[in-house]
């Protein structure tokens, strides 16, 4: 792997964590908007109710957790830059 391909991948996920953290607010106001939502739904259907609650708690954990972000922009990142050839 090229040293420009590298930094390339390591400015996108400093640019990513960075918005990540702006948006923490929003992104935990989307977060208990969903669980109010999988919690209607689980009363209505348990399976749909606990696959709908999954992305409620992960975007709730996005937006308490530093670590989750980092993580997160790290695994976006890679995957955006998988397919980039060298120039």
């Known amino acids: 792997?090229?040293?420009?391909?590298?930094?390339?991948?390591?400015?996108?996920?400093?640019?990513?964590?960075h918005l990540l953290l702006a948006y923490r607010q929003l992104i935990f106001i989307v977060g208990?908007?969903?669980l109010v939502y999988s919690a209607a739904i689980?009363?209505?259907?348990?399976?749909?109710g606990i696959i709908s609650l999954l992305p409620a708690l992960y975007?709730?954990?996005?937006?308490?957790?530093?670590?989750t972000a980092?993580?997160?922009?790290?695994?976006?990142?890679?995957i955006s830059t998988l397919g980039k050839q060298d120039d």
Do not use: G
């Not at 792997?1 to 996920?13: G, Q």
């Not at 689980?42 to 749909?48: S, T, V, Y």
């Not at 980092?70 to 890679?78: D, E, G, K, Q, S």
């Open 70 to 78: 980092l993580y997160t922009a790290r695994l976006v990142a890679w």
């Open 32 to 34: 208990l908007l969903m």
């Open 42 to 48: 689980l009363l209505i259907n348990p399976l749909f």
């Open 59 to 67: 975007l709730i954990l996005l937006s308490n957790s530093y670590n």
């Open 1 to 17: 792997m090229s040293n420009r391909r590298r930094l390339a991948r390591e400015r996108l996920e400093i640019y990513l964590v």
